[in-house]
């Protein structure tokens, strides 16, 4: 099974820069994904990594470390449409994703 | 229109009563998945099928059964409902070869049960 830990709240101002930690153990790793959550909507996919090290993509960024069972998401500049809820999800050798409870991110003007 | 679709959005059910949850996708994924997501608690998957014809139990199954008799189609049934089982369900799908292939979720759907 998985274990995954993170924050349940932060919050940063507008164009500032916040970092989203995430903790995991696991029984077979196959991959960690970012998502993105806005309230009453659907996760909508934000990143992948599934070997160690930083992957970017725009304002977004995610780190890993598998010998640490540890992620982050880099969130630059940001907007105020990023507030919204951050999950960390672990994929094992079954192809089933396991999430974590989330973190809810408030951007202040 | 691409993409997977959920009906209904919204639900009030009487406790005993049966429901189906109905997913259909139009991007041909092999794999699909039903979650429900509490508050505090994040989602948690029900049950998933990796291929038409085939299921398989998630973290918390009791109360719930799935069939998957096409590619498209991915029902969730509750046989008898409770109010433990008022919750948001979304459902979601991906391919499952080669890397990455992030699963894509449906809109969801909101039910209370009374």
Known sequence: GQNIDQPTEMTATEGAIVQINCTYQTSGFNGLFWYQQHAGEAPTFLSYNVL????????????????????YLLLKELQMKDSASYLCAVRDRDYKLSFGAGTTVTVRA | IAGITQAPTSQILAAGRRMTLRCTQDMRHNAMYWYRQDLGLG????????????????????????????????????????????????????????????????????????
């Open chain 1, 52 to 71: 160690d090290g930083l992957e970017e993509k725009g304002r977004f960024s995610s780190f890993l470390s598998r010998s640490k069972g540890y992620s």
């Open chain 2, 43 to 114: 989602l948690r998957l029900i049950h998933y099928s990796n291929t038409a014809g085939t299921t398989g139990k998630g973290e918390v199954p009791d109360g719930y059964s799935v069939s998957r008799a096409n590619t498209d189609d991915f029902p969730l049934t509750l046989a008898s409902a409770v109010p433990s089982q008022t919750s948001v369900y979304f459902c979601a799908s991906s391919e499952l070869a080669g890397t990455g292939n992030e699963q894509f979720f449906g809109p969801g759907t909101r039910l209370t049960v009374l």
